[in-house]
């Protein structure tokens, strides 16, 4: 067997805390390894244990959440930060996702969700949820204006339809029913446009999907 996920929860609630330690623990390649209930605590136990992953909420005293992201890379660069919150708004979603975070996903979320990012984020992989990508970037302008020198402008029609989808969260087989495409077809878009983007994987894609203000329904 491989070894297990080493696993450090960041949050102000023992409560809380005491749940997540017991839903990880019963993952047979999870181990929790350390609890902290404020940030300096968190970047004590970065320091010290190093994790593979640090499940970490936003508001917490001595340090918020923002400000372990912003220190995490220096005291363990290896660590992977899940941030999980109640916060369900774009600000906080962007702030963390550009302060270095690896996955967002509410507290509201069930069970398996929170397993699955875990797991995803320790693969390399940004997790978002579909329905946060959809429902908490919202299609402001204001908020997220389109740069002169956005590279989005090259991709054709199609293709911005697809990869606008993937960065959003659908997988190709929902793509291709929501667009009245083969599969197949979404898989020639979604490649062309992303070469095009001169991306590779979706969490750079979100990144700059996030950039752009191409986040929105």
């Given at each position: ?30 181990e929790?390894?350390g ?5 300096l ?13 640090l499940?970490l ?15 995490a ?5 290896e ?16 702030q ?12 509201k ?15 390399g992989e ?9 429902h908490?970037i919202?299609?402001n302008?204001a ?12 991709l054709s ?15 190709n ?11 197949k ?11 095009k ?7 750079q ?13």
């Amino acid at each position: 067997m491989s070894d297990p996920i080493r696993i450090v929860i960041a949050d102000d609630h023992a409560i809380l805390r005491s749940g997540l330690r017991l839903l990880l623990s019963n993952q047979p390649d999870f181990e929790v390894i350390g609890e902290a209930e404020n940030g300096l605590d968190a970047l004590k136990q970065l320091e010290s244990l190093h994790p593979d992953l640090l499940l970490l909420d936003l508001n917490m005293p001595q340090a918020t959440g923002l400000e372990v992201l912003a220190q995490a890379k220096t005291l363990s660069p290896e660590t992977r930060i899940l941030v999980l919150t109640m916060h369900d708004d774009s600000a906080n979603l962007r702030q963390a996702l550009g302060a270095g975070a690896s996955g967002y996903v509410l507290k509201k979320a069930v069970d398996s969700e929170l397993v699955m990012a875990i797991r995803a984020v320790i693969r390399g992989e940004l997790f978002i949820h579909s329905s946060m990508t959809r429902h908490l970037i919202p299609g402001n302008e204001a908020e997220s204006p389109i740069h002169n020198d956005d590279p989005w402008k090259q991709l054709s029609e199609r293709e911005l339809e697809v990869v606008k989808r993937v960065a959003q969260g659908y997988t190709n087989a929902e793509i291709a029913q929501e667009l009245y495409l083969s599969p197949k077809t979404v898989e020639t878009y979604r490649a062309r446009g992303m070469e095009k983007l001169a991306v590779e994987t979706r969490a750079q894609l979100v990144k700059l999907a996030l950039k752009f203000g191409y986040l929105n329904d």
